[in-house]
């Protein structure tokens, strides 16, 4: 019986003697409340009834999100969320275990001191586009601080900002505006090239149906300057050839006229003199360019000549 109760007693101390520490974790001892050591990963001995593990510390890398609310160099409110990760410095775990009642209480406050520090100098577009100088600055003043308690800063980062709802719209219809902006300018540029290229076509259109005109009225003349000197070459002279170039061109123009099926007919006066009158004309206006035709050849100019 004796032994029965030897036996146990000695079971129940060794039990109490061996304890675990998991991987990446680190039990704090103390003997009497009063700090004996650090056991790190594996199994670990103590005495029984007289060490006592008070604490584990876990030496993974933990990451503490923190959001703030401050004001930005243009009064506008805006909401940040700083994300910290941190760790306990291995050879520091007495530091990080007793100096330091709650941690992320710490971490917290100095989050928020260096981001109402920093954000109110900017204005809100430079807080997004600045927001990595804000995650260093918070990083840096996390580094001086917490080392001295047995933590290390991995990263900081300012993971979101989140502005007020009104403010976000109006940023939008900002962004919006300018681009519509752009795009009237584009707009109004791809009108002026065009309005510039139908002006040039139209110029060059103009230019050439003006040199077009030219030629047809230089070959005219030269055609009928070569009919009046045929003429003149059979005995007909310059007045009387005038008069049956008109003629000739006369049934020319009727006979033209009634090839088409949608030629308007021109009646003239039926008086009877109209048509001699007409026809006077006509021999009159001939006989300047059978002048002119004269003109030209006794002066020496060949029909191609400018006039």
Same mark, same amino acid.
């Given at each position: 019986?004796?032994?029965?109760?030897?036996?146990?007693?000695?079971?129940?101390? #060794?039990?109490?003697?061996?304890?675990?520490?998991? %991987?990446? #974790?680190?039990?704090?001892?103390? @003997?009497?409340? @009063?700090?004996?050591?650090?056991?790190?990963?594996?199994?670990?001995? $103590? &005495?029984? &009834?007289?060490?006592?593990?008070?604490?584990?510390?876990?030496?993974?890398?933990?990451?503490?999100?923190?959001? *703030?609310?401050?004001?930005?160099? +243009?009064?506008?409110?805006?909401?940040?969320?700083? #994300?910290?990760?941190? =760790?306990?410095? =291995?050879?520091?775990?007495?530091?990080?275990?007793?100096?330091?009642?709650?941690?992320?209480?710490?971490?917290?406050?100095?989050?928020? +001191?260096?981001?109402?520090?920093?954000?109110?100098?900017?204005?809100? +577009?430079?807080?997004?586009?600045?927001?990595?100088?804000?995650?260093?600055?918070?990083? @840096?003043?996390? +580094?001086?601080?917490?080392?001295?308690?047995?933590?290390? *800063? *991995?990263?900081?980062?300012?993971?979101?900002?989140?502005?007020?709802?009104?403010? $976000?719209? /109006?940023?939008?219809?900002?962004?919006?505006?300018? @681009?519509?902006?752009? /795009?009237?300018?584009?707009?109004?540029?791809?009108?002026?090239?065009?309005?510039?290229?139908?002006?040039?076509?139209?110029?060059?259109?103009?230019? &050439?149906?003006? =040199?077009?005109?030219?030629?047809?009225?230089?070959?005219?003349?030269?055609?009928?300057?070569?009919?009046?000197?045929?003429?003149?070459?059979?005995?007909?002279?310059?007045?009387?050839? #005038?008069?049956?170039?008109?003629?000739?061109?006369?049934?020319?123009?009727? %006979?033209?006229?009634?090839?088409?099926?949608?030629?308007?007919?021109?009646?003239?006066?039926?008086?009877?003199?109209?048509?001699?009158?007409? &026809?006077?004309?006509?021999?009159? !206006?001939?006989?300047?360019?059978? %002048? *002119?035709?004269?003109?030209? =050849?006794? !002066?020496?100019? $060949?029909?191609?000549?400018?006039?």
């Amino acid at each position: 019986m004796t032994f029965i109760i030897l036996f146990s007693l000695f079971l129940i101390g #060794s039990l109490g003697m061996i304890f675990v520490v998991k %991987q990446q #974790s680190a039990a704090i001892v103390e @003997r009497f409340g @009063r700090f004996v050591g650090i056991r790190q990963a594996g199994l670990q001995l $103590k &005495l029984p &009834l007289f060490d006592q593990v008070v604490g584990l510390i876990s030496l993974r890398i933990q990451q503490l999100d923190v959001t *703030i609310e401050t004001k930005t160099k +243009d009064n506008v409110f805006v909401h940040l969320k700083v #994300s910290v990760q941190f =760790k306990v410095i =291995k050879d520091k775990a007495y530091e990080a275990f007793y100096k330091l009642e709650n941690p992320h209480e710490q971490i917290t406050a100095y989050v928020f +001191d260096v981001v109402r520090a920093e954000v109110p100098k900017m204005r809100l +577009d430079d807080v997004f586009e600045r927001k990595d100088d804000i995650a260093l600055a918070v990083k @840096r003043e996390l +580094d001086e601080a917490m080392h001295n308690y047995g933590y290390s *800063i *991995i990263k900081a980062l300012v993971t979101d900002i989140n502005p007020d709802e009104q403010v $976000k719209q /109006a940023m939008n219809r900002i962004n919006t505006a300018e @681009r519509e902006k752009v /795009a009237a300018e584009y707009e109004a540029e791809a009108e002026r090239i065009k309005i510039v290229a139908k002006a040039k076509a139209e110029a060059q259109s103009k230019q &050439l149906q003006g =040199k077009g005109i030219a030629d047809q009225r230089r070959e005219i003349a030269k055609g009928l300057l070569e009919s009046v000197e045929v003429l003149n070459n059979v005995g007909i002279n310059s007045q009387e050839a #005038s008069a049956l170039i008109v003629v000739t061109q006369h049934y020319d123009t009727l %006979q033209s006229m009634g090839e088409g099926t949608n030629t308007n007919l021109i009646l003239l006066p039926n008086s009877p003199g109209a048509a001699s009158e007409m &026809l006077n004309t006509m021999v009159a !206006s001939f006989s300047a360019s059978s %002048q *002119i035709g004269d003109a030209m =050849k006794n !002066s020496g100019k $060949k029909p191609t000549d400018k006039v």
